[in-house]
């Protein structure tokens, strides 16, 4: 068919078809894609989304694969990976990332060069697109305070340049949510810093995430949201924490196949093995039923669903 033609003169022996996903998501779930492709250049970003755009195919953007959950029948259209993953210092107070970097390979690169900014976020998963995509959080911070500017492609093809500002981060969300942009790169604020201090920063950030959270076990990190003060109520008592909530409504350690409520932190399901996605997503739906009715509060859902469901 056209698109298979099409995608072959761009990418050549790099499309991928009925390509499983699977392998490349944290949770180890999931069906397969129509088609999988890797962009290494804006060039090549911008070519996928004009031929899937005019064969009317939907498109779907893989990160790191964390936080996200596939559907058992996959993935209809294209999936792309966005493959540029070169770091640099364009001023001395910006480190520019691209978007299929890791996160922990832009902290290592940083601490490496005594670049102080980013080192609370070792042991982040997943990729610089992402963290952006989502605006991390971690230990109270969001990944979007560090950002100073943003270049992201529409879905038309058209590339802009954007601020802080315009990306209207929020918690777990950012313009690239609403517009469907790509990112291609993100600048972030950087300071000088002795490495060897940023290395112990850094190993408390690891430490504190290997205590608290079911690291050994594949998991697309916190299922659900915190509570927000300005449109929850929490029942007095109650702390503002999802994971908290469903441990208190009686689901921590619960399991549906071979999925299950990790007994170290209640926002974690993990796949214990041969799990599907239809048994997380109805592990996910047991728990927010089960903490709105004990607790009036509805939980939303912080991983992103890929897929018919």
């Given amino acids: 068919m056209a698109v298979d033609r099409e995608l072959t003169e761009v990418f050549g022996d790099r499309v991928r078809r009925a390509a499983p996903l699977a392998p490349l998501t944290t949770f180890k779930v999931g069906g397969a894609a129509d088609w999988l492709i890797d962009a290494r250049s804006e060039d090549e970003l911008r070519a996928a989304l004009e031929i899937a755009r005019n064969a009317g195919q939907n498109v779907t953007i893989l990160g790191g694969g964390s936080n996200v959950l596939v559907s058992d029948a996959g993935v209809r259209g294209l999936v792309m990976r ?81 601020s802080a500002a315009d990306m209207e981060f929020g918690y777990d969300s950012s313009r690239l949510q609403r517009t469907r942009e790509v990112l291609l790169w993100a600048e972030f604020h950087a300071a000088p810093g002795e490495p060897d201090a940023l290395r112990a920063v850094a190993r408390g950030s690891l430490a504190h995430r290997k205590h608290t959270q079911p690291l050994d076990t594949p998991s697309a990190g916190c299922i659900f949201q915190n509570p927000d003060p300005a449109r929850d109520s929490v029942p007095d008592g109650m702390p503002w924490s999802a994971g908290a909530l469903v441990d208190r409504a009686g689901l921590k350690g619960s399991s549906l196949g071979g999925a299950k409520v990790s007994g170290t932190h209640a926002n974690f399901i993990i796949n214990e093995g041969g799990a599907t996605a239809a048994e997380i997503r109805a592990l996910v739906d047991r728990c927010k039923s089960a903490v709105r009715e004990r607790f009036g509060v509805a939980l939303r859902e912080e991983i992103v669903y890929l897929g018919e469901f």
Wanted: aromatic share 4%; proline share 6%.
């Fill in 82 to 162: 966005v493959r540029p993953m070169e770091v640099s210092q364009p001023a001395p107070d910006r480190v520019r990332a691209d978007a299929g970097l890791t996160i922990n390979g832009l902290v290592r690169w940083t601490i490496g060069r005594g670049i102080a900014g980013l080192e609370a976020w070792a042991g982040t998963p997943g990729t610089v697109g992402g963290a952006i995509y989502g605006n991390a959080h971690f230990g109270g911070r969001n990944i979007g305070d560090q950002v100073a500017a943003s270049r992201v492609i529409s879905p038309q093809g058209e590339a802009r340049t954007l």
